[in-house]
């Protein structure tokens, strides 16, 4: 039976430094290459027929990292943007809490926790949906449909926008979830692709 693994990248040099990252292309920390190596190590059994991720570097090292770890490393890779973060906008790069001083906290957690409504030249959770959802049920379903396993290496929100679907989570639901860094969540399907089991390696 085909088995999903979605891994959120490891710390990023901003979310050590509280800032909003979005599409700003930085690097990890040390701290995020341990989890990266950690989650290696909890997924290194694993024979992936396939892995994709993201266009950002964070997420390509996350992923370079993992396989490394791997006793079955030579694994087709497509990267696409549409796995991309979520794009903040005019907030990117600004301390989170220097930020909500400024704004508001009301205002900030409206632009980072609810589903439809976007930053200021950014993106909404919504508007993240609708370019991950489209690329899954072209690139990586139809993999899971033919019985392979797969990983995604990607970002808190696009991850989360992935997780709608798999979980049937609701627009109000999915402000309260949050998806750790490093952490492995896998997802097993039978052969119709109805969901089985779905859980945290940790």
Known sequence: MPLLAIVRHGQSLWNLENRFTGEVDVDLTAQGRRE??????KLKAIAFAHAFTSVLRRARETLDII???SLHPQVPIS???ALNERNYGQLQGLNKAETAAKFGPGQVLLWRRSYAVAPPGGESLKDTVDRVIPYYLKAIQPLLGQG???LVVAHGNSLRALMML???IGPDEIAGVDLPTGIPRIYRFNT???????????
């Not at 990266?36 to 190590?41: L, V």
């Not at 119709?192 to 940790?202: F, G, K, S, V």
């Open 36 to 41: 990266a190596a950690q989650a290696g190590e």
């Open 67 to 69: 396989l490394a770890k």
């Open 79 to 81: 990267e696409d943007k």
């Open 148 to 150: 392979q396993d797969i």
């Open 166 to 168: 798999l979980e049937s």
């Open 192 to 202: 119709a692709l109805c969901l089985l089991e779905t859980r945290y390696i940790d």
